[in-house]
């Protein structure tokens, strides 16, 4: 049994948050969110968030152990694109582009 827990359109880089997933991934869900509170990256805390979604999800919907569940599936998705204009000399403009990610947290329950 599997438990998920999804986050759209956060303003993060998807490059960014898919290298703190990497540190997660396959991790027992209480040192996942050690991991997650002690390092010191920008997606940690919508991560810490999402992860207590999931494992909350678990608990109440399917009425899973909280202390066997670990980080069976977790991935990021680009969302869509915001792009800017910043004025640039002679003239021209340079694009900046705002990128948006959708993460997705897997929780499930150790065999």
Known sequence: MQAKATL???RISPRKV???LDLI???PVDLAEAIL???PKAACEDLQKLLKS???NAENNFQMDKNALY???CYVTPGPILKRIRPKD???AFR???RTSHITIVVAEKE
Do not use: F, M, P
Request: proline content about 0%.
């Open 25 to 27: 991934r396959n991790k």
């Open 37 to 39: 509170a002690h390092t």
């Open 90 to 92: 002679h003239g021209r």
């Open 18 to 20: 898919g290298l703190v």
């Open 54 to 56: 999931a494992v909350s």
């Open 8 to 10: 759209n359109y956060t």
């Open 96 to 98: 900046i582009y705002k």
């Open 71 to 73: 980080v069976s599936q």
